[in-house]
């Protein structure tokens, strides 16, 4: 990856569906302090991989509806694919066509359409690399003892994966979760970015190739589902590398993060001091998390003093610092904290959410920063995004970062006429 010179310190590989994107909680808390940690902690040093069972497209529109970071690499249709970069994105055509020997759709639809238990999935869920059916479990077992057989005698050598008693998919034999995760990690050891730390997280059954990677710590999330916990009561019971959380989806991440002793596992979302401001953590990337976590809890209303609040906010400003708002005014930083007066509580009856993708940061002088990422803010059921850019400054009399200048553009089709709710 050309975003980070050496090796990553951590590859973290998830799964989406059931692992970080829990669709019980409509809140989405858990992916969204795993995103807050991710941010403030590991995002400067560190690959974050998702790896799905979905089809690019249908992955694609899951990050429409749920507030997912920009992943470094996703790897889709169960590692058929394999996608590099946040915004602007390139396929590794290697990879596919590597998956091109011994594979031809045609014969595995003309093969598979004599099994009359399979029903082909919706379109969207289809790629050139995989046929997706539906199917219950009995008749999925029966289909997977033979028809691996009559697709080689017509040339075609495949790999099947059956996941949540329904999914089953027919795949190039080289393919799957870990066929392509291999194929990376041989990648980054080629080009001297191979780490030691490699979690991968996971909670069906088309998850266990990657528990089988021998290099990687696993976690199953708590609410795994029976195929994999099977799996993992005949193969990896007693492998220390490898673990069922107590705690479901995100949070079972995080917990394997601390379990595992791979990096920090707290969340900014869950030490925030809301009463006195204190940090203990003098680093650019959590600053701005955690003041955008500050700003969140003014909105909603979540805060104890708030009488206190907005002038704790502005010590964290300069008296001189400006903000250039998106709409293009710019003000003193302190002044729009002013107007915040307005605003507290303002969302307190939706749903409001605050979070920042892709934080990054680098030295303008040896006590400053610059620091770039993209802001996301939901409210009343709509995104608005804006790239932003915050300059900081080191005051090494009170050991504290300090705002100095904030600029802001609307990101997409952001930009809306109802401007005066946004001020950060
Ligand atoms: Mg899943």
Known sequence: MDRLNGAPRLILVTDLDCTLVDHDDPENADMLRFN????AHYRHDS????????????????????????????????????????????????????????????????????????????????????????????????????????????????????????????????????????????????????????????????????????????????????????????????????????ERCGAGMIEALQRFDLGPSISPRDVLDTQNFNVEIMDPAHEVVRFYLLYEKWRCGEVERPENYLQHLKSLSSPLGILEHPSGVEKPIHEWIDEMENLHGDEREIQFLIWLDQVSSSHVTSESWLVKFDKHELSEGKVRSCSTRVLLSFQGEQQKLTWMHIHQTWLDDSSSDDQDKWIF
């Open 36 to 39: 807050a940690l991710w941010e």
């Open 47 to 246: 690959l974050l991989v998702y790896c799905t069972g979905r089809s690019y497209l249908s992955y694609l529109s899951l990050r429409k509806k749920k507030p997912l970071l920009t992943p470094d690499i996703a790897i889709t249709s169960v590692g058929c694919k394999i996608v590099y970069g946040g915004e602007s994105t390139v396929s590794d055509d290697d990879w596919e066509a590597r998956l091109g020997d011994m594979w031809n759709r045609d014969i595995v639809l003309e093969e598979t359409s004599k099994f009359p238990d399979l029903k082909l999935q919706q379109e969207k869920s289809q790629e050139q690399h995989k046929v997706s059916f539906s199917v219950d479990r009995e008749p999925a077992l029966e289909i997977m003892e033979i028809l691996p057989g009559i697709l080689l005698e017509r040339g075609v050598d495949v790999k099947l994966v059956y996941s949540n008693d329904f999914a089953f998919d027919v795949l190039p034999k080289g393919a799957g979760k870990g066929g392509a995760l291999t194929y990376l990690l041989e990648k980054f050891e080629v080009e001297g970015k191979l780490t030691s730390k490699i979690l991968v997280c996971g909670d069906s059954g088309n998850d266990i190739e990657l528990f089988e990677i021998p290099q990687a710590y696993g976690v199953m999330v708590s609410n795994s589902h029976n195929d994999l916990l099977q799996w993992r009561e005949e193969n990896a019971v007693d492998n220390p590398k490898i673990i069922l959380a107590s």
